[in-house]
T-cell receptor
Framework: EPEVTQTPSHQVTQMGQEVILRCVPISNHLYFYWYRQILGQKVEFLVSFYNNEISEKSEIFDDQFSVERPDGSNFTLKIRSTKLEDSAMYFC???????????FGSGTRLTVV | AQKITQTQPGMFVQEKEAVTLDCTYDTSDPSYGLFWYKQPSSGEMIFLIYQGSYDQQNATEGRYSLNFQKARKSANLVISASQLGDSAMYFCAMREATGTASKLTFGTGTRLQVTL
């Protein structure tokens, strides 16, 4: 069964450093997303990406964050100048169509120290 | 107002029994989708079941069924014949047809513990 692949599974970074979280969506999917889940809390939407551009972003997704689809297969989330409160599980997801369900990746657990 | 409400922070069920996890939602959009995801302790999000707002019948997937009551805006998940492996966090989520690539809004989750 096709799956969304996220790397790394766990990343530890120092406060103030930049991190790039990587995702390979399912190949024929058109819609891509990043979500995050702070430990013990609910899953929160960050950004959606369609047709090579951001289609929607949440209040959380400020200038510290950016997304790219650099080569037609990878989908990356960059966090500049990480803060302690950026520590969370980050999920990538993809979907083939507008209304159907997503497939989530297994997540990247980011720890900022 | 919360778009997705899960009022049961924790539930216990005995193995082989059925359990219902509650979910209510709030939207003015006539076209929407409702989802349930399972999150085991390992952290991944596993899709369980989907119900579209225009679907006439309740969705079923194996031991999972969705009790969709549109007028009451509820979408409860029913797990039949619970197994120990069903112990996990369960999230209800809604996808609204707004914008060019709609997003999921999640509830706060219900932690299910299956006991012997």
């Amino acid at each position: 069964e096709p799956e969304v692949t996220q790397t790394p599974s766990h990343q530890v970074t120092q406060m103030g450093q930049e991190v790039i979280l990587r995702c390979v969506p399912i190949s024929n999917h058109l819609y891509f997303y990043w979500y995050r889940q702070i430990l013990g809390q609910k899953v929160e939407f960050l950004v959606s990406f369609y047709n090579n551009e951001i289609s929607e972003k949440s209040e959380i997704f400020d200038d510290q964050f950016s997304v790219e689809r650099p080569d037609g297969s990878n989908f990356t989330l960059k966090i500049r100048s990480t803060k302690l409160e950026d520590s969370a599980m980050y999920f990538c997801a993809s979907s083939p169509s507008f209304l159907y369900g997503y497939t989530f990746g297994s997540g990247t657990r980011l720890t900022v120290v | 107002a919360q778009k997705i409400t899960q009022t049961q922070p924790g539930m216990f069920v005995q193995e082989k029994e059925a359990v219902t996890l509650d979910c209510t939602y709030d939207t003015s959009d006539p076209s929407y989708g409702l989802f349930w995801y399972k999150q085991p302790s390992s952290g991944e999000m596993i899709f369980l079941i989907y119900q579209g707002s225009y679907d006439q019948q309740n969705a079923t997937e194996g031991r999972y069924s969705l009790n969709f009551q549109k007028a009451r805006k509820s979408a409860n998940l029913v797990i039949s014949a619970s197994q120990l492996g069903d112990s996990a966090m369960y999230f209800c989520a809604m996808r609204e047809a707004t914008g060019t690539a709609s997003k999921l809004t999640f509830g706060t989750g219900t932690r299910l513990q299956v006991t012997l």
